[in-house]
């Protein structure tokens, strides 16, 4: 069974940092472009940050940028998501997601309705 698994999310004051970690089981996250997504209480699904397969491109939402680094290690099957800066308004469940994809910006591929598998989500919650 193809699955993804979040892990890393937890409570941290305003400016603190958080790491966040994605791996596959059931098949290989390599052959995946890879999308940190998150949703807020009351809020819509949003996109956070993604990156292509091989790891060249990376998108992040204007509310990231400057703070947050996505990163994958295709030799462990890993994509990582580097929080820094953190705000209160960065509070929300954050999702793991992947499509076989195999484009070159990953602008293009940072889309909800683009992504076919999904993670269960880990929760960060920024406040004192």
């Known amino acids: 069974q193809l699955q993804l698994v979040e892990s890393g999310g937890g409570l941290v004051q305003p400016g603190g940092s958080l790491r966040l970690s994605c791996v596959s089981s059931?098949?290989?996250?390599?052959?995946?472009?890879v999308g940190w997504f998150r949703q807020a209480p009351g809020k819509e699904r949003e996109p956070v940050s993604c990156i292509t397969r091989n790891g060249e491109s990376m998108k992040y939402a204007d509310s990231v940028k400057g703070r947050f680094t996505i990163s994958r290690n295709n030799a462990n099957g890993m994509v990582g998501l580097q929080m820094n800066s953190l705000k209160p308004e960065d509070t929300a469940e954050y999702f793991c997601?992947?499509?076989?994809?195999?484009?070159?910006?990953?602008?293009?591929?940072?889309?909800?309705?683009?992504?076919?598998?999904w993670g269960k989500g880990t929760l960060v919650t920024v406040s004192t």
């Open positions: 997601a992947a499509v076989a994809w195999y484009g070159i910006d990953a602008g293009a591929v940072c889309n909800l309705d683009l992504m076919r598998y």
């Open positions: 059931g098949f290989a996250l390599e052959h995946f472009a």
